[in-house]
């Protein structure tokens, strides 16, 4: 989600990132015996259109997944998502004081328009990403400068020995242009980028296609198999999932959970679920009154049966969340109870809070956003038990995020996706009050809790690292800091003609794997 | 709404003017309207007795149910009664679309009257009004105006008044131009009454016939409209039954539930064939003359 | 008065129509709540965005001088800049036309093939069984929302008969739009086919009715040749009108099927950035929409002219 990545960017320090990728369940990998078919075109329906290929500045997934089939990176996240591998450069050494990195680039790599892919290009693109302040340039920040000594070798200088430099090189941002744009300015490059990716530029009709084609000069030998892939863009679910039936597309993005049983029965037609890094919560504002009631907030907490939210809207396709921390991310303490549901605790709750009597809440929610509409109806009933009454204040899905950052709600739904993986990045935007983001806009405030989200930044030795997540995700659950609901996966659809799918629990896929038989 | 409710009322009142004969099914057409309507109010109003569940209670372990004997038409994705919800859905829709018919009618008949008696300027300018509004499609012009004051109920209203208000007074306007040109009316005037007193005692009743027909389809097309809205994503949605709401609801569920949108849609067009008799059937009986 | 004349002084009579369009288009954006600029920004609030956007509409200036700014803009064919794409909006909205264009034409001929003869047969066979079905049917097919009725159409053309049809999209070619945009025309079509048949099926009432009709046939020519010879042409006058006057409807209709079907045309266009709030965009697109519509009304009225006698050019 766009809203969320933007801000989360702007915000969160890059202070102790681990690696890129999370634990990826092995669900859903292809093993197949046969060889790889080259050849054909597939079309992927998507609920969005791309905004922009600058993947220095953009924030949405619809976006960044297309700019990864055209830009790559010096290293890129393994499928199981924890640790990374070498893509264009082939190994790297490190200073034994940490502060210098110097990277061997791959031969024989070479630029969709045919050009070799030399230093010059890596030391431009990066410090060229660097500089964009209002994009993911904050995660650039320790870097000091950039030497290209000779056209294979790049040498990075940083201001501090950084630990997770490696994950923040291998991201999308960071990945690789042709010096000096090939000539062209910034703006008019980004419109139609050229990169060293298994695909390149073809076609876009703004606001419903983008088209890309194989890139001839591709360094992985045969690859990519697929000649072309189109993304469109199809709002209504009931098209996208009969377009995938009737054979119009090949892959259709993430269809409703109401449908997926039936798209598991149906011939020809793979579903599957691949695990993600999302996490859905209900934020309590703590600027309202009631609900910077303690007892108020684990009565509410108490009195949600995530169990039956997860088997009637996500249909069982999920678990219900114990911890702000989704089980993809290092140090999520599976053994955190979390506050579950307990009709009777809840009651016993509210009856030591301010408001025995119950009160009045609104609760936001996004105008069609049909998962929403639904669990808020079941909230609606389930506090009403508690004297809680909850009325929907509707708003445009766009806006929505806006007015829960400008903490103008008192009650509203949102959710996390992992852009790194390591819990630091997640902790401090929900504990820290002074994290920039008010504690994911809450403003729930434990001294304790923020304290130990600080030592946890600087402490190194993994087991006290994880005792201290532990002890953090288990105050946090105590206190209600907001309303932990369900783990979702990724839900993708896509004709079983179509091999070597994958996407990682981050959201992105490589498509150069891909092949249609 | 619309010019093209319009059409609509037109030709229904277009086949009493002339005059045909009386046909048998003619009056009974009224009847049946008024029946089917009828039928709809008073299971709107009956709601708690026809009904056995509570339309909001939702049961988790109940939901997509198919038709049984403790839920004639099933469950919905929250597993409350589909019966329920349609019958107090209907409260819901009949004061909406009511409400949503009422401002332009109002509105619509009042500058009808003027423009067509006054003529002039104030011809004019109306005329100029409704060039303008009807210029745009209806729903671009409606889903533009929900789109810059915000969805919501009240924001609706609004736009559809902004919209419907031309039809009314397109068509007293044209009625009033006709009926200023007749005896009684030129008696009156000719005897000095004032134009507040001819206006409203001999030209409104003459000529809100054809806006009153006229307003029984564009109550459909209103619902329908509403309906529209909800599932573009810019409707209410409120947490209390509505037709609209639930068709927009069940389109998630259509290739796999698909009668979760339908029989609401039936609800609709059942209303709408008894308010096209109704007015099939006011058209007959309102008939001037 | 010449044609030429008769279409240069209704030319001339929409003048005034524009005007009062572009006001409204104008006036869109401050029916917005707040300022304007600020909550159509949304998430690209920035504060250089926002003052960005002032000064390219000159919010902070007197009401007239915007106005008259705006007409300027759009006298140079500028219809602003997409907030969301960073390209001109007008190139936008002409990229996205031809499917469109094609969707209103298209249902057009299907309306008027469904419509006519309907009307016709409920006509010449009033109050039998057939004319009672033929009203009944539409009335029916009148409480059914478009977006219902065009995935429904899809599941059965586009999947289970035989996958007669592509499931959305907007084809290729010719032959390629004409297959895949039947199932959308139809879904348009059938939204406005209702009004068209009891619209048209009262109007040939009129025409059987009519003087010269009954002096025809007292003539003792045969029913057929009535028929075909009188009351043919006025139907067909009838039809343009009322296909004229109720454009706007079936252009309407257009926003809802192409979210449906997936068509990249305005109306796709316009829903999406509404969600994106993408502010100058929705405005280009209604005023293209209005155009499009004023178009049709001055064309229908030409056409009318040029067949009724009883129009003169005056």
Not at chain 1, 314 to 340: C, E, H, I, M, R
Not at chain 2, 246 to 258: E, F, H, K, R, S
Request: charged content about 15%; hydrophobic content about 45%.
């Amino acid at each position: 989600m766009h809203t969320r990545r933007r801000v989360f960017a702007f915000l969160v320090t890059a202070s102790v990132i681990a690696a890129l990728g999370a634990a990826a369940a092995p669900g859903g990998r292809e093993t197949t015996a046969t060889t790889p078919k080259r050849g054909g075109q597939i079309t992927i329906a998507r609920i969005e259109d791309s905004q922009s290929f600058d993947k220095t500045t953009v924030f949405q997934n619809e976006s960044i997944w297309i700019t990864e089939q055209i830009n790559e990176s010096l290293y890129a996240a393994k499928n199981d998502g924890k640790t990374l591998k070498p893509w264009l450069a082939t190994s790297y050494t490190k200073s034994a004081d940490g502060k210098t990195y110097t990277f061997k680039l791959r031969p024989g790599v070479k630029f969709s328009n045919g050009k070799a892919m030399t230093s010059a290009d890596v030391k431009f693109s990066i410090d060229d990403a660097r500089k964009q302040s209002k994009g993911w340039g904050y995660l650039d920040v320790a870097i000091k400068s950039i030497d290209a000594p000779n056209p294979s070798t790049v040498v990075f200088h940083l201001k501090y020995s950084w630990a997770p430099f490696l994950a923040d090189i291998a991201l999308f941002a960071n990945g690789i242009v042709p010096n000096k744009f090939a000539g062209q300015s910034r703006a008019q490059f980004y419109k139609h980028p050229i990169g060293t990716g298994p695909f390149m530029w073809d076609k876009r009709t703004v606001g419903h296609s983008v088209t890309l084609k194989r890139n001839p000069f591709y360094w992985q030998k045969g690859k990519p198999y697929l000649d072309r892939v189109t993304w469109t863009f199809v709002s209504d679910e009931n098209t996208r999932e009969l377009q995938l039936r009737g054979g119009q597309i090949q892959v259709d993005e993430f269809p409703p959970f109401n449908s997926i049983r039936k798209l598991k029965q149906a011939a020809g037609i793979k579903m599957t679920l691949f695990s993600s890094t999302r996490t859905d919560y209900l934020l309590l504002n703590e600027k309202y009154a009631p609900l910077k009631d303690v007892h108020v907030r684990r009565a509410i907490s108490q009195a949600i049966d995530r169990k039956s939210i997860v088997k009637s809207v996500l249909f069982g396709y999920g678990s219900p969340a114990n911890s702000f921390l989704p089980p993809q991310v290092p140090f999520y303490d599976k053994n955190t109870p979390g506050l579950q549901f307990n009709m009777a605790q809840a009651k016993a709750e509210m009856k030591k809070s301010k408001f025995p009597g119950g009160f009045k809440v609104q609760l936001l929610v996004g105008a069609g956003a049909q998962v929403e509409n639904t669990i808020g109806q079941i909230l609606q009933q389930q506090l009403k038990q508690l004297g809680i009454t909850v009325e929907f204040k509707q708003q445009d899905t766009s806006t929505e995020f806006q007015t829960i950052q400008e903490g103008k709600y008192q009650m509203g739904f949102s959710y996390w996706t992992m852009d790194i993986a390591d819990p630091d990045e997640l902790v401090t935007f929900a504990v820290d009050p002074k994290g920039g983001a008010s504690s994911f806009f809450t403003f729930y405030s434990n001294p304790t809790v923020t304290k130990l989200s600080h030592q946890a930044q600087r402490e190194t030795n993994t087991a006290k690292r994880a005792a201290l997540y532990s002890r953090i995700q288990r105050l946090a659950a105590a206190d209600a800091n907001m309303v932990y609901l369900y783990y979702s996966p990724f839900r993708w659809a896509y004709t079983d003609k179509l091999h070597g799918f994958y996407v990682q629990p981050l959201g992105n896929y490589h498509l150069e794997d891909v092949w249609l038989s | 709404m619309g010019a093209a409710a319009e059409t609509f009322a037109e030709a229904v009142v277009i086949e009493h003017r002339r005059g045909f004969r009386r046909r048998w099914y003619r009056t009974p057409s009224f009847v049946a309207g008024v029946s089917i309507l009828g039928s709809i109010v008073l299971l709107a109003v009956l709601a708690p007795v026809a009904s056995w569940h509570d339309p909001i209670q939702q049961d988790l372990s109940q939901i997509l149910q198919s038709p049984s004997w403790d839920h004639p038409l099933g469950t919905d994705e929250l597993g409350r009664d589909v019966w329920a919800r349609l019958l107090f859905g209907a409260r819901t829709d009949l004061r909406v679309a009511f409400l949503a018919v009422l401002f332009p009618f109002v509105i619509g008949t009042t500058i009808g009257l003027l423009a067509g008696y006054f003529g002039g300027w104030m011809d004019t300018v109306a005329n100029w009004f409704v060039s303008v509004v009807v210029a745009f499609p209806f729903y671009v012009l409606i889903i533009a105006l929900v789109f810059a004051l915000g969805s919501g109920t009240r924001n609706i209203y609004i736009a559809i008044t902004i919209v419907g208000w031309v039809s009314y007074m397109r068509i007293v306007r044209g009625e009033v131009l006709v009926a200023k040109r007749r005896d009684y009316v030129l008696a009156a005037r000719a005897g000095g009454l004032s134009d507040t007193r001819i206006i409203g005692r001999h030209l409104l009743p003459n000529v809100i016939t054809q806006a009153i027909v006229f307003a029984m389809s564009d109550i459909v097309l209103d619902i329908l409209a509403i309906v529209t809205l909800g599932y573009l994503g810019l409707g209410v949605q409120p947490p209390t039954p509505d037709w609209g709401k639930m068709i927009a609801d069940g389109q998630t569920y259509l290739t796999t539930q698909w009668e979760l949108s339908t029989i609401p849609g039936i609800a609709v067009v059942i209303t709408a064939l008894g308010l096209s008799l109704l007015a099939d059937g006011l058209a007959d009986l309102l008939r001037p003359e | 008065m010449s044609l030429t004349g008769y279409v240069a002084r209704r030319l001339l009579q929409l003048v005034p129509i524009a005007f009062g369009v572009t006001i409204l288009v104008f006036f869109l954006i401050h029916l917005v709540p707040g300022d304007p600029a600020r909550t159509m920004l949304g998430n690209h609030a920035t504060p250089q965005n926002v003052a960005l956007l002032h000064r390219q509409w000159g919010l902070d200036e007197p009401l007239p001088v915007q106005y008259w700014r705006f007409l300027a803009r759009i006298a140079r064919g500028d219809l602003g800049s997409s907030l969301n794409y960073s390209v001109p909006a007008g190139r936008l909205v002409l990229e996205r036309l031809p499917p469109t264009l094609w969707l209103i034409g298209l249902a057009t001929i299907l309306a008027v093939l469904i419509s006519v003869p309907l009307a016709a047969l409920a006509a010449t066979k009033r109050d039998r069984a057939a004319d009672h079905v033929v009203r009944a049917v539409p009335l029916v097919g009148l409480g059914f929302p478009q977006f219902w009725v065009g995935i429904m159409l899809l599941l059965v053309f586009g999947l289970h008969l035989g996958r007669a049809f592509p499931v959305g999209g907007y084809g290729s070619g010719f032959v390629g739009h004409l297959h895949s945009m039947f199932l959308p025309a139809l879904t348009v079509a059938l939204g406005i086919t209702p009004i068209l048949v009891r619209s048209l099926r009262a109007s040939l009432l009129e025409v059987l009715e009519s003087d010269y009709v009954t002096t025809a046939r007292s003539k003792g020519l045969p029913e057929r040749r009535v028929l075909v010879r009188h009351a043919l042409r006025n139907a067909v006058i009838s039809t343009v009108s009322v296909l004229g006057v109720n454009i706007g409807f079936l252009v309407g209709g257009t926003l809802v099927v192409e979210q449906v079907f997936a068509l990249p045309g305005i109306g796709q266009l316009m829903i999406n950035s509404i969600f994106q709030r993408d502010f100058p965009v929705v405005q280009a697109v209604t005023l293209v929409f209005a155009v499009m519509v004023v178009l049709v009304y001055l064309l229908t009225d030409v056409v009318h002219a040029l067949l009724d006698p009883r129009v003169r050019f005056d």
